[in-house]
């Protein structure tokens, strides 16, 4: 069982900065992380990537940014915690939205698979 829980949601002005965090846990043993990130929903459209990090090695790890966040939004790990962070920038009030933790896992008893967390509300507006 994999669970990812998130926080650091909540109501900004425009300009105003927030954090995101999600932990992930798991019961039964070690699991490895292939990816993490962030993303995020608004009522009536798909869900989309906002920055995702791949492998949960330093080494050979890499990010990717939706094109609307680059250079505001910054994704990190704490591979001892298990917990990934987005740091949110110059927020607008287009980034406001649903924003859901995601992660690809695999335990030694189920090979990778999708895991979603429950989603934190960001609402950005004056």
């Known amino acids: 069982q994999v669970q990812l829980v998130e926080s650091g949601g909540g109501l900004v002005q425009p300009g105003a900065s927030l954090r995101l965090s999600c932990a992930i846990s798991?019961?039964?043993?070690?699991?490895?992380?292939?990816?993490s990130g962030w993303y995020r929903q608004t009522s009536g459209k798909q869900r989309e990537l906002v920055a995702i990090i791949t492998s949960d090695r330093s080494s050979d790890s890499s990010t990717n940014y939706a094109g609307s966040v680059k250079g505001r939004f910054t994704i990190s790990r704490d591979n001892a915690k298990n917990t990934v962070y987005l740091q949110m920038n110059s927020l607008k009030p287009e980034d406001t939205a649903a924003y859901y933790c995601?992660?690809?896992?695999?335990?030694?008893?189920?090979?990778?698979?999708?895991?979603w967390g429950q989603g934190t509300q960001v609402t950005v507006s004056s």
């Open positions: 995601y992660a690809k896992v695999r335990t030694p008893s189920i090979p990778a698979r999708d895991y």
């Open positions: 798991g019961t039964g043993g070690r699991f490895g992380i292939d990816a």
